[in-house]
């Protein structure tokens, strides 16, 4: 099992920014990608970024070039810089990692922007 907890969500106007932070614990050993996924109420669950074990990203077409995805394997964190918020950034953010054919999932943080 892997435990993970976010934490650095909250309020912020548009165009600030806000750091998550997620700490992954249990058994981390092979986790090979870690990730941030984000919900809006009304709407399904989307990748926000990705990174992998050897430092791979991915991001969703509409935070690209506003959020950074970065990992310190040494301390089993993954962390979501989010600069220019805007009102459609609102969501609660998930952190999620992958070992092996499992996916594991943080308890959410409410991030809100408002306008």
């Known amino acids: 099992q892997v435990q993970l907890v976010e934490s650095g969500g909250g309020l912020v106007q548009v165009g600030g920014s806000l750091r998550l932070s997620c700490a992954a614990s249990?058994?981390?050993?092979?986790?090979?990608?870690m990730g941030w996924y984000r919900q809006a109420p009304g709407k399904q669950r989307e990748l926000v970024a990705g990174i992998t074990s050897i430092g791979s990203t991915d991001y969703a077409d509409s935070v690209k070039g506003r959020f950074t995805i970065s990992r310190d394997t040494a301390k089993n964190t993954v962390s979501l810089q989010m600069n220019s918020l805007k009102p459609e950034d609102t969501a609660v953010y998930y952190c999620?990692?992958?070992?092996?054919?499992?996916?594991?999932w943080g308890q959410g943080t409410q991030v809100t922007v408002s306008s």
């Open positions: 249990g058994s981390i050993f092979s986790i090979y990608r």
């Open positions: 999620a990692a992958a070992r092996g054919a499992n996916t594991y």
